[in-house]
């Protein structure tokens, strides 16, 4: 994904040590970075990357009144006048700083594995893919369930209306009739059992995945941090003790719009009162948005500043497609057969033969590749069978439903001519 993306600018002054002066411009963030551009001239005077920071800091003096610091190595920077205020810039601020520190927690160890970065890159493309379709599974398995709850309920309607049907034989039935009183009787036994089979499955619940994210209400200018959580059955807003602000049910959701690959918005609307809506901004939510767009197909819009994000994540590892089996079997066609490398003969020059050597893939990279690829496998035929599985419990909701609509017919104009 594209690093210079501009998630959030600000219109601010910058204190420009140099001249002892206040410039007014515009304070901007990227994935990466935070600039400031003066307004007259144009000119870039402030452009660092995020771990570089030391600290973030809301200050004020007797001078300088409702400041946001910014400690940069050695260099202090000074930003005042921030819109809409202050502590919704230093929000989002300290949220992507923090969270490229844990990202670049593991900068070490990539370092030292520049000689094998097509194994490297391999490796995390199939892990990200075998999480994906994890993901999917878990929820092919919810709608599993509520397709298994439908088809309970429709078996209870069922066997209601063969009571109903029992009740109407029964009244036109002569008075003289001596088992009438009997008809009925032996199903009712049945019911508890059903209703507490119903209820424990809907005590089931699957979280897919939860990030940090800042929250905005509405068109509230105050944001807050908080956590997003998307579950098989829908989504979750929560504050950062874990209380839920807003549950939305895969139902309630009406529309969610991608305006950036940071920044997303979800919407309920109501006939005759305001809508509900949140805005929510996250490092993290590259990893969400594929689930959303598999979860909302329907719903999901994704905006002009976000339409390079379509079918591309933020790295291969996102990437799910056909991309990820040709790459797998051909580089490691290539491991298991080091002896004949694709496009090799005799004539190769020395830089070639060094090329080539540098790109293999080492040994414990290649087991750990068969074996995501074997997880892979496994989830493909298990999500195959699901959704077979599903297809056919659709068929039978579909019989089962008609058929219940065929004996409420049958039996309303029984109870016509009994009336």
């Not at 509230?220 to 839920?244: H, M, R, W």
Request: aromatic share 6%.
């Amino acid at each position: 994904m594209n690093q210079e993306i501009r998630i959030h600018s600000w219109p601010c002054s910058y204190y420009l040590d140099t001249s002892k002066q206040w410039v007014s411009g515009r304070l901007s963030l990227t994935p990466v970075a935070i600039k400031f551009t003066a307004d007259k001239t144009g000119e870039l005077l402030v452009n660092f990357h995020l771990s570089s920071i030391s600290e973030i800091k809301k200050e004020s003096s007797n001078l300088i009144f409702s400041s946001l610091t910014i400690l940069e190595k050695n260099t202090k920077h000074w930003f005042s006048s921030l819109q809409p205020n202050r502590n919704v810039v230093f929000n989002i601020l300290e949220h992507f700083w923090r969270e490229q520190l844990l990202s670049n927690q593991g900068a070490g160890a990539e370092a030292g594995a520049l000689q094998s970065t097509k194994g490297k890159e391999l490796t995390g493309l199939l892990a990200g893919s075998q999480k994906r379709l994890e993901d999917t599974a878990k929820v092919l398995h919810y709608q599993g369930e509520q397709f298994d709850n439908i088809m309970r309920g429709l078996n209870k309607i069922e066997g209601d209306m063969d009571v109903a049907d029992r009740l109407l034989t029964e009244l036109e039935s002569p008075s003289w009739w001596p088992f009438s009183s009997k008809l009925w009787k032996a199903p009712l036994e049945a019911k508890p059992k059903e209703t507490a089979t119903v209820s424990d499955s809907k005590n089931q619940e699957g979280i897919i995945i939860r990030i940090p994210v800042i929250i905005t209400h509405r068109t509230d200018s105050n944001v807050k941090p908080g956590k997003l959580t998307l579950l098989a059955s829908g989504l979750e807003i929560s504050d950062c003790n874990s209380q839920v602000i807003h549950r939305f049910e895969s139902k309630d959701v009406d529309d969610i719009r991608v305006h950036t690959p940071y920044e997303i918005s979800v919407r309920q609307r109501f006939i005759g009162k305001p809508d509900t809506s949140y805005r929510l901004l996250s490092a993290k939510m590259p990893e969400a948005i594929p689930i959303l767009e598999m979860q909302f197909s329907k719903k999901i819009q994704f905006l002009e500043d976000a339409l390079g994000f379509v079918g591309a994540g933020e790295s291969p590892q996102v990437d799910l497609g056909t991309s990820i089996w040709q790459a797998a079997t051909g580089l490691l066609g290539g491991v298991v057969q080091p002896s004949s490398p694709v496009g090799g003969g005799e004539g190769m020059d020395n830089e070639q033969v060094q090329l080539q050597s540098q790109e293999k893939i080492s040994e414990s990279e290649t087991k750990e590749l068969k074996q995501i690829l074997k997880k892979l496998k496994g989830l493909a035929l298990e999500t195959e069978a699901e959704l077979e599985r599903q297809d056919e419990a659709l068929d039978s909701i579909t019989t089962s439903v008609d058929r219940a609509t065929l004996n409420i017919d049958k039996q309303n104009r029984r109870i016509k001519k009994l009336t």
